[in-house]
């Protein structure tokens, strides 16, 4: 079954005055976690900003969760969750009172906002901390507050700016986890944006890479990654024998400098049994055939290269 | 699989999704005033935010309270100060309040960069000003009301005519929340241009209190030209002095002001239509501001 696009735009355009935010953009994105990827200043916090409904695009069309940015914006809002690159949290209440009051912003009557403020706290994590003042927080923790106000009202989507702004590498991974279990486990849906790609890579479903406003590209990790992936094998004896034999299959394969030991990319699924039936031939062991996944990263590296040369 | 257990064990139940009521706009503005109702008087945020606002309600009670005593207990069979009078001998302490609550309102949210979380509610920018506004405007009416409650109190145990007061009461209670919108809205086209508290504060102060100044130099400068009739609309001037006159001119209340404003039926337009300019212009000022706070959020 293909993935329903949760969010379609169209053409769409969005100028400041003489600069050009976002270009003729036109794509679909998928249910599960989407990775928005982009230098600073390419266009993700705009696109994020027309899609709730709050900046009217110059021309082209948006929907979000079928409904119309230009015009449902409130609707919008009420079924998505959103949580913004920059520090927004009011330093003198607790959590508690925060979240309470953030609740009943999204419209829940005050006992659901107080029920959920506690369930959803302890799942980002600071069941302990919920009485203390925000200003008293670390990063990490105002991360996670950030966090929990954009899924406190169950939201069917929610749109993260930049969430690992300002984190060391431990609580950067610590929020990609969380992050991934919302989109993964709990069924929400996620936009997320950063800068590096990398570090999307691991919890993506699909990555859609803007730059200076224009899409460069939108593929769904999974595909992306098994397709351009290559294995690793490591037979008992004869490497080089089996070698040949898959060069005449056609097959793409490095040697690699272990003994016994060498790479076959895997164009598709024949290519696996191939390797199995020349090691069955030739009466070798199969000591490992490990798949490695082509890092996103080094496919756009690919991709880059390509249009310099 | 977690199953209840009599162990007492928590078992992570798991993200409980919400399929209740999803209240909509009304709701979420509702709320909002609400919050800015409580926060105007420190409900619900730390101690150091009860402090100013409980220290300014007791100096606005205090007189109500000792006039009461003195109501009920002492020889007078009259009104030390009319009810509405005492709102504006008090404006000191109503300035302070609007001074230090307004910027709670507007510029915390300002300067913690809360805005985009408002805005990506279901509501709009407008929205979002027109709490904070009514909420506002519903503390200081409150803070306004409670001493001359006080002081109604007092006349009817010490067995005033009741009729009469009951008039003065409500009429100064009209009053009250007339004053208490203008302040407010004063008050918060101030703050919306400053994240820092003290400045607006002091902004505030200077606008609601030394505009009385004003008023007195253009009185004293129209008086001295034999312009008395003119000199009596300088109470417009300052918000106070308008309120006053307004008062004076279309409730028929007798003006607390020293300089007593004409009570014509032309004035009282005058001063309506004064009154109405300034709530335009704090509302055009709140609009563009927070345009671009929106723009930028």
């Known amino acids: 079954m293909l993935p329903v696009p949760e969010i379609e735009t169209e053409n769409l355009t969005k100028s400041f005055g003489s600069v050009t935010a976002l270009s003729e953009l036109t794509v679909d994105m998928p249910e599960g ?74 419209g829940l009557p005050t006992h659901a906002a107080r029920e959920r403020t506690a369930d959803t706290l302890r799942h980002v994590g600071l069941y302990e ?36 702004n300002g984190l060391d590498p431990a609580g950067r991974d610590d929020i990609l986890d969380l992050i991934s279990q919302i989109g993964h486990e709990y069924g929400i849906s996620i936009v997320v944006t950063s800068h590096l790609l990398g570090e999307l890579e691991r919890i993506a479903d699909h990555v859609v890479l803007i730059e200076e406003g224009v899409l460069q590209r939108s593929t769904s990790t999974s595909e992306a990654t098994r397709l351009a992936g290559s294995v690793l094998v490591e037979v ?45 031939r030739l009466e070798v062991g199969l000591v490992r055939m490990q798949q490695r996944r082509h890092r996103l990263t080094e496919m756009f590296d690919d991709r880059d290269g390509g249009e310099d040369g | 699989m977690a199953k209840p257990d009599a162990d007492g064990v928590i078992h992570d139940i798991g993200f409980r999704h919400y399929d209740g009521a999803r209240m909509g706009r009304p ?19 730390p101690g150091r935010e009860k402090v100013t606002p409980w220290i300014l309600v007791g100096c606005m009670m205090l007189p109500a ?50 805005m985009p979380l408002y805005l990506s509610r279901p509501m709009t ?34 067995e005033l005519p009741p009729g009469e007061q009951i008039t003065g009461f409500l009429l100064a209670i009209v009053l009250a929340a007339v004053l208490a919108v203008l302040i407010s809205a004063i008050g918060l086209a101030i703050a919306c241009f400053t994240q820092r508290r003290g400045i ?35 109470v ?18 007798t003006a607390g002001n020293d300089q007593a404003p004409p009570t014509t039926m032309s004035s009282g337009i005058i001063f309506v239509t004064v009154y109405l300019l300034i709530l335009g212009v704090c509302a055009l000022i709140l609009g563009r501001r927070y345009r671009k706070v929106a723009a930028g959020a």
């Open chain 2, 65 to 114: 309270f000792v006039m009461l005593i003195i109501l009920v207990v002492g020889p007078g069979d009259e009104m030390p100060v009319e009810y509405n009078q005492y709102l504006i001998a008090l404006q000191l302490v109503s300035a302070l309040f609007v001074a230090s609550r307004a910027p709670y309102a507007l510029s915390r949210d300002l300067r913690d960069g809360v």
């Open chain 1, 33 to 106: 976690i989407v990775g928005l990827v982009g230098a600073n200043g390419a266009g993700k916090s705009t696109l994020i900003k027309i899609l709730l409904g709050l900046l009217p695009p110059t021309s082209g069309e948006a929907r979000v969760l079928g409904f119309d940015c230009r015009t449902d914006g409130p609707s919008i809002r009420e079924i998505v969750g959103y949580s913004p690159e920059s520090d927004c949290l009011p330093r003198d209440v607790t959590a508690t009172e925060f979240m309470v009051h953030m609740g009943r912003m999204s």
């Open chain 1, 236 to 280: 008992t004896e004869r490497a080089d024998e089996i070698v040949k034999a898959l060069k005449k299959t056609k097959a793409k394969v490095a040697v690699s400098d272990a003994p016994d030991t060498f790479a076959v990319e895997v164009a598709d699924e024949k290519v696996l049994d191939a390797i199995v039936a020349a090691a069955a």
């Open chain 2, 27 to 45: 709701f979420v503005v509702r709320s909002l005033v609400a919050d800015t109702l409580r926060g105007a008087f420190g409900i619900g945020r």
């Open chain 2, 200 to 234: 607006a504060m002091a902004g505030i102060v200077a606008v609601l209190l030394l505009t009385n100044g004003l008023s007195g130099v253009f009185y004293q400068i129209l008086d001295s030209r034999g312009e008395i009739s003119l000199a009596k609309y300088a």
């Open chain 1, 129 to 164: 901390e919920r009485y203390r003042p925000i200003g008293t927080y670390s990063t990490g923790m105002k991360q996670r507050v950030k966090l929990a106000q954009s899924l406190l009202h169950d939201p069917q989507l929610i749109f993260l700016d930049e969430p690992t």
């Open chain 2, 236 to 253: 417009a001037f300052n918000p106070y002095g308008l309120v006053d006159g307004i008062g004076a001119s279309v409730m028929g209340l």
């Open chain 2, 125 to 158: 920018t407008r929205d979002y000003v027109t709490a904070r506004f009514l909420g506002l405007t519903a503390g200081t009416t409150i803070f306004l009301v409670a001493p001359i409650t006080l002081l109604f109190i007092g006349a009817l145990l010490s």
